[in-house]
């Protein structure tokens, strides 16, 4: 009897632990804001503006405009790195830089 009572015991908080990790990767990915221009070549998070790869750790160069990455709220601008609009913005003069 005791052993039933330890194994429901054991099960029921293993579910609990799986219901509560959604609500935990949620609350971490909204305590978190995309960068722009601040990754190194191959450590992006993810597709960029420019729309040249859709994956993770696909950068070939270094705080580009277009590649970002992931980091805690608010300190974007203390790193230097550009907002959506902003990289928006500095993605035609890249560009720009890159031909000359």
């Given at each position: 009897m005791?052993?039933?009572?330890?194994?429901a015991?054991?099960?029921?908080?293993v579910?609990a632990l799986?219901l509560?990790?959604?609500?935990?990767?949620?609350?971490?990915?909204?305590?978190?804001?995309?960068?722009?221009g601040?990754?190194?070549?191959?450590?992006?998070?993810?597709?960029?503006?420019s729309?040249?790869h859709s994956?993770a750790?696909?950068?070939?160069?270094?705080?580009t405009p277009?590649e970002?990455?992931?980091?805690?709220?608010g300190s974007?601008?203390s790193?230097k790195?550009?907002?959506?609009a902003e990289?928006?913005?500095a993605m035609p003069?890249?560009?720009?830089?890159?031909?000359?």
């Open positions: 005791k052993t039933n009572v330890l194994i015991s054991a099960l029921a908080s579910c799986g509560l990790s959604p609500a935990s990767a949620a609350e971490e990915k909204a305590a978190k804001e995309k960068c722009y601040i990754s190194k070549a191959g450590q992006n998070d993810c597709a960029n503006l729309g040249s994956c750790g696909q950068a070939t160069a270094a705080m277009d970002w990455k992931y980091v805690p709220k974007c601008k790193l790195g550009l907002s959506a990289a928006k913005a003069a890249a560009a720009a830089a890159k031909k000359s």
